[in-house]
């Protein structure tokens, strides 16, 4: 494998000014093009000082065609970057494989073709790369003497960029090469007779160049489009014609130039008239034949009920993929990943049903599925042995994708499906592969059976790629959202003790951007007799908050235990936070209860006010004396305040996150909250803590996590 630094790029191969001399790169791929009868192709050159190969000329084909990989950095994953990378030949069979290998590429180019590229280069220096392509008809392998005549000519073609480098001949991009066009009807057709014949013909007769320009066009054809013949030569055909300005008619087109056969399709002439499109594909351009097309109800019975396997179906689903490949950008679990595919492509391509799996400890492990009434139907293959003879499992470790089309096509090679039938007829099992790596299957099923033409399985097969990354992701956040709840339970007390004269309830949200882990915690400590409660938040949201906010509520339990009064606990934890050497401040808030004295005792360090609600519903924001944030401030004192604390008291303690939200001012948000507390708070404490937090809960967005923690005080002594 070579890396970017093993590459030696030459600025003066691509910046500088080429002298007058032939056009070496174009000879050189007209040349490898036509030793193996392939019928298109390109030249990269590696750009100076930085990773990325820049086309320098593609034969065969419109440019426009290969916009999306113009410029192509050394990572990208597609095959002459990958060429480049492993010094290699890399050979891509047709759809499917491209499809599973190079999605991105599938997506564009849905067509059959099969694909060579290689790396131009010496045994020190890589200049770039080529690619030559041939229609789909092509042999699933390489020959070995079309595999020795490319590697051959890319050898050549890299010595004589090195010759010329040392000659100090630059080595430019060059005008793309076009076969010929045909600008003269003789030139075409061969003789002025036959030219007669066909401006005789009574079907439409016209020809197209490489770029979709009318060359050529008869009588027939201007009384069929409604167009004169000097309206349409060098315009193509769905600009001058208003009524097939429609994408999938120059999908066809492309179509027809890359798989280099023959396509066809009907177009609505308004405002009635069906016309008939054959495109004739060759190298130089195609011929399109122009004739009436049959009834309508006929052709709709017939194309639209059908569906024509070059018809617009195709592309009705490749804009549905794509629209799918922008939703699965914003896929957070793997919950919106099956919603998405069930939403997006299944009425898409028909199916009726998805299953989604994924690996565990060596067995199936189902991650979702969608259109089954009986869950028990699909969630049986939970667990089963990915050595087990089931598709599911087979598609999931060999990574190649499996369709079947009826019953008995799934039952004769998994005879095993016979004992557990899923309702279904069809099914299509895609495996998602991230970096060559199987993450899962995807598995569309159809409740009737449904036949998988080529081009819908290269579609299928590159839509896997999509929803594998897509997965991945979603994999990894949710192992993330489960490792951060499971630290901040673990973090966090699981029940609060039951404390003579004092009843409690407490809450915790986190919040909902980040990690979903924060630094906000609470305590209650019973320790030889007296009672604590302790609230604090350590800024931030990510691990390093939620370690620190274990160590300083430990630390606290650990002051309290030992006996240490309310302005101590607080001055201990401050300089532990110092030494500790960390650069997060936190806020806390300390009291000791004394319930028998209706009493409590409290220190506060930058921490938001307690608010009280008096046995008589009156709520009191109480403005104590306090100190600065924890961690500041090694010689910071934390003065206290007595509050008295009668039966029937309600104590409310929080974090910021609960008054805190944008747009919102704090002081009417704590305003409301008393409000809510004051109307609410002789309610059941956990039905109050509920009211307390429910608007903060049900936020979409909560930037921030919320603790709270209620204390009332009760005839209990």
């Given at each position: 494998?070579?890396?970017?630094?093993?590459?030696?790029?030459?600025?003066?191969?691509?910046?500088?000014?080429?002298r007058?001399?032939?056009?070496?790169l174009?000879?050189?791929?007209?040349?490898?093009?036509?030793?193996?009868?392939?019928?298109?192709?390109?030249?990269?050159?590696?750009?100076?000082?930085?990773?990325?190969?820049?086309?320098?000329?593609?034969?065969?084909?419109?440019?426009?065609?290969?916009?999306?990989?113009?410029?192509?950095?050394?990572?990208?994953?597609?095959?002459?970057?990958?060429?480049?990378?492993?010094?290699?030949?890399?050979?891509?069979?047709?759809?499917?494989?491209?499809?599973?290998?190079?999605?991105?590429?599938?997506?564009?180019?849905?067509?059959?073709?099969?694909?060579?590229?290689?790396?131009?280069?010496?045994?020190?220096?890589?200049?770039?790369?080529?690619?030559?392509?041939?229609?789909?008809?092509?042999?699933?392998?390489?020959?070995?003497?079309?595999?020795?005549?490319?590697?051959?000519?890319?050898?050549?073609?890299?010595?004589?960029?090195?010759?010329a480098?040392?000659?100090?001949?630059p080595?430019?991009?060059?005008?793309?090469?076009?076969?010929?066009?045909?600008?003269?009807?003789?030139?075409?057709?061969?003789?002025?007779?036959?030219?007669?014949?066909?401006?005789?013909?009574?079907?439409?007769l016209?020809?197209?160049?490489?770029?979709?320009r009318?060359?050529?066009?008869?009588?027939?054809?201007?009384?069929l489009?409604?167009?004169?013949?000097?309206?349409?030569?060098?315009?193509?055909?769905?600009?001058?014609?208003?009524?097939?300005?429609?994408?999938?008619?120059?999908?066809?087109?492309?179509?027809?130039l890359?798989?280099?056969?023959v396509?066809?399709?009907?177009?609505?002439?308004?405002?009635?008239?069906?016309?008939?499109?054959?495109?004739?594909?060759?190298?130089?351009?195609?011929?399109?034949?122009?004739?009436?097309?049959?009834?309508?109800?006929?052709?709709e019975?017939?194309?639209?009920?059908?569906?024509?396997?070059?018809?617009?179906g195709?592309?009705?689903?490749?804009?549905?993929?794509?629209?799918?490949?922008?939703?699965?950008?914003?896929?957070?679990?793997?919950?919106?990943?099956?919603?998405?595919?069930?939403g997006?492509?299944?009425?898409?391509?028909?199916?009726?049903?998805?299953?989604?799996?994924?690996?565990?400890?060596?067995?199936?492990?189902?991650?979702?599925?969608?259109?089954?009434?009986?869950?028990?139907?699909?969630?049986?293959?939970?667990?089963v042995?990915?050595?087990?003879?089931?598709?599911?499992?087979?598609?999931?470790?060999?990574?190649?994708?499996?369709?079947?089309?009826?019953?008995?096509?799934?039952?004769?090679?998994?005879?095993?499906?016979?004992?557990?039938?899923?309702?279904?007829?069809?099914?299509?099992?895609?495996?998602?592969?991230?970096?060559?790596?199987?993450?899962?299957?995807?598995?569309?099923?159809?409740?009737?059976?449904?036949?998988?033409?080529?081009?819908?399985?290269?579609?299928?097969?590159?839509?896997?790629?999509?929803?594998?990354?897509?997965?991945?992701?979603?994999?990894?956040?949710?192992?993330?959202?489960?490792?951060?709840?499971?630290?901040?339970?673990?973090?966090?007390?699981?029940?609060?003790?039951?404390?003579?004269?004092?009843?409690?309830?407490?809450?915790?949200?986190?919040?909902?951007?980040?990690?979903?882990?924060?630094?906000?915690?609470?305590?209650?400590?019973?320790?030889?007799?007296r009672?604590?409660?302790?609230?604090?938040?350590?800024?931030?949201?990510?691990?390093?908050?939620?370690?620190?906010?274990?160590?300083?509520?430990?630390?606290?339990r650990?002051?309290?235990?030992?006996?240490?009064?309310?302005?101590?606990?607080?001055?201990?934890?401050?300089?532990?936070?110092?030494?500790?050497?960390?650069?997060?401040?936190?806020?806390?808030?300390?009291?000791?209860?004394?319930p028998?004295?209706?009493?409590?005792?409290?220190a506060?360090a930058?921490?938001?006010?307690?608010?009280?609600?008096?046995?008589?519903?009156?709520?009191?924001?109480?403005?104590?004396?306090?100190?600065?944030?924890?961690?500041?401030?090694?010689?910071a004192?934390?003065?206290?305040?007595?509050?008295a604390?009668?039966?029937?008291?309600?104590?409310?303690?929080?974090t910021?996150?609960?008054?805190?939200?944008?747009?919102?001012?704090?002081?009417?948000?704590?305003?409301?909250?008393?409000?809510?507390?004051?109307?609410?708070?002789?309610?059941?404490?956990?039905?109050?803590?509920?009211?307390?937090?429910?608007?903060?809960?049900?936020?979409?967005?909560?930037?921030d996590?919320?603790?709270?923690?209620?204390?009332?005080?009760?005839?209990?002594?």
């Amino acid at each position: 494998m070579v890396g970017v630094s093993d590459v030696h790029m030459s600025r003066r191969t691509t910046v500088e000014t080429a002298r007058a001399g032939q056009p070496l790169l174009s000879l050189a791929l007209a040349a490898m093009m036509d030793d193996v009868g392939a019928h298109s192709g390109a030249v990269y050159l590696l750009t100076p000082d930085e990773p990325v190969l820049e086309m320098a000329v593609i034969a065969g084909l419109p440019r426009s065609f290969a916009v999306p990989w113009e410029r192509v950095g050394l990572s990208a994953p597609v095959p002459v970057a990958e060429a480049v990378r492993g010094r290699r030949l890399v050979w891509v069979s047709g759809e499917e494989q491209m499809a599973r290998r190079y999605p991105r590429i599938a997506m564009v180019l849905p067509y059959p073709f099969a694909l060579a590229a290689l790396p131009v280069a010496t045994r020190d220096t890589t200049y770039g790369a080529v690619f030559v392509t041939w229609p789909g008809s092509h042999p699933p392998e390489l020959s070995e003497r079309e595999r020795d005549h490319l590697t051959s000519a890319c050898e050549r073609l890299a010595m004589r960029m090195r010759r010329a480098e040392e000659e100090g001949r630059p080595i430019m991009p060059e005008p793309d090469l076009s076969a010929p066009s045909a600008t003269a009807v003789a030139g075409t057709l061969g003789t002025v007779e036959a030219a007669r014949m066909v401006a005789r013909l009574p079907y439409g007769l016209c020809a197209l160049d490489l770029h979709g320009r009318i060359a050529f066009a008869n009588a027939a054809t201007a009384e069929l489009l409604g167009i004169p013949v000097s309206g349409l030569l060098g315009t193509q055909l769905w600009a001058s014609v208003p009524w097939l300005n429609d994408p999938s008619y120059e999908d066809r087109y492309r179509a027809a130039l890359f798989s280099q056969q023959v396509t066809s399709f009907v177009a609505l002439k308004p405002p009635g008239d069906w016309l008939s499109f054959r495109l004739y594909p060759g190298t130089n351009g195609l011929s399109v034949r122009i004739s009436r097309a049959r009834a309508v109800a006929e052709m709709e019975r017939a194309g639209l009920e059908e569906g024509d396997e070059n018809g617009p179906g195709r592309l009705v689903i490749i804009n549905r993929v794509l629209a799918l490949a922008g939703a699965l950008t914003e896929a957070v679990g793997v919950q919106d990943v099956v919603d998405l595919v069930a939403g997006e492509i299944g009425p898409a391509v028909g199916s009726q049903g998805l299953v989604m799996l994924g690996s565990r400890g060596g067995r199936l492990h189902l991650l979702g599925h969608h259109g089954y009434p009986d869950p028990h139907v699909v969630e049986r293959f939970d667990g089963v042995p990915l050595t087990a003879p089931m598709p599911g499992a087979h598609v999931l470790t060999s990574g190649v994708p499996a369709f079947f089309e009826t019953r008995q096509q799934l039952e004769h090679l998994y005879p095993l499906r016979r004992t557990t039938p899923d309702g279904m007829e069809a099914w299509a099992y895609l495996p998602l592969i991230v970096s060559g790596r199987p993450v899962g299957t995807c598995v569309l099923t159809y409740a009737e059976p449904h036949p998988f033409p080529t081009e819908e399985r290269a579609v299928l097969t590159s839509l896997s790629g999509l929803i594998a990354q897509a997965l991945e992701r979603a994999l990894l956040y949710d192992a993330k959202h489960q490792l951060a709840h499971g630290l901040q339970a673990a973090l966090l007390p699981h029940t609060l003790p039951s404390i003579p004269g004092i009843e409690a309830a407490s809450r915790y949200l986190p919040a909902t951007q980040g990690m979903e882990i924060g630094g906000d915690f609470f305590d209650l400590v019973l320790s030889h007799g007296r009672a604590s409660a302790v609230i604090g938040d350590v800024q931030g949201h990510n691990v390093t908050a939620a370690g620190l906010m274990g160590q300083i509520r430990t630390a606290v339990r650990a002051y309290t235990t030992v006996g240490q009064a309310p302005e101590e606990v607080m001055r201990s934890t401050n300089r532990l936070l110092i030494d500790l050497g960390s650069e997060l401040f936190a806020s806390c808030l300390y009291l000791r209860l004394d319930p028998a004295s209706g009493t409590a005792v409290m220190a506060r360090a930058g921490h938001p006010p307690p608010l009280l609600r008096k046995p008589d519903g009156r709520v009191k924001v109480l403005d104590l004396a306090g100190g600065p944030l924890l961690g500041i401030d090694a010689s910071a004192t934390y003065p206290t305040t007595e509050v008295a604390l009668a039966e029937g008291s309600v104590l409310v303690l929080y974090t910021d996150g609960l008054i805190e939200s944008p747009g919102v001012d704090i002081e009417d948000a704590l305003a409301d909250l008393g409000k809510r507390l004051a109307g609410a708070g002789d309610r059941p404490l956990d039905e109050l803590a509920d009211l307390l937090v429910r608007e903060t809960a049900t936020a979409e967005e909560r930037l921030d996590d919320v603790a709270l923690l209620l204390l009332r005080a009760t005839a209990e002594g």
